[in-house]
């Protein structure tokens, strides 16, 4: 199942909190970036990687898993290998009543995950990235 752009603009548009999970401290590594990007356009980014929990970055304490997390999320976004989007999502929506979007980073689908998540009603975004569509769709 697809998104559309307009999906993917509504989803972009209508989301304030953002936990992305596998953060990591390296500027050179993509999920440092995209963080970085997403806090920049004023997302909250709850970093979450446990090897760095306890720590600081875009503002935020780092989070060692998302139940550390107490705060209502709207997205989460992956940058996990395949093998543990299954758990991460199983996590999400036991979590999080409230989650709007599971977002899987480039390269990543997770066919199973992805149908529970729909069956929930949760929005489900594979193989792209917020920070290249954000400005396709809304723009610098």
């Known amino acids: 199942m697809s998104v559309t752009d307009d999906d993917i603009r509504d989803i972009l548009t209508e989301t304030r909190v953002i936990a992305l999970v596998g953060w990591s401290p390296n500027p050179a590594r993509p999920s440092h970036g995209v963080a970085r990007f997403l806090a920049?356009?004023?997302y909250r980014v709850i970093?979450?990687?446990p090897g760095q929990a306890g720590g600081m970055?875009?503002?935020e304490r780092i989070r060692g898993s998302l139940s550390e997390i107490t705060e209502p999320v709207d997205m989460i976004d992956i940058f996990r290998r395949p093998e543990a989007i299954g758990p991460i999502?199983?996590?999400?929506?036991e979590r999080f009543p409230e989650l709007k979007t599971v977002?899987?980073?480039?390269?990543?689908f997770h066919p199973?995950?992805?149908?529970?998540?729909r069956a929930r009603g949760i929005r489900v975004?594979?193989?792209?990235?917020p920070?290249?569509?954000y400005p396709r769709l809304i723009g610098a």
Do not use: F, S, T, Y
């Open 103 to 108: 977002w899987m980073q480039l390269g990543l």
């Open 89 to 93: 999502v199983d996590e999400a929506l």
């Open 131 to 133: 920070a290249i569509e």
């Open 47 to 49: 970093p979450v990687n």
């Open 40 to 42: 920049a356009h004023g």
């Open 112 to 117: 199973e995950a992805a149908a529970k998540a």
């Open 57 to 59: 970055a875009l503002g």
């Open 125 to 129: 975004v594979e193989n792209r990235c």
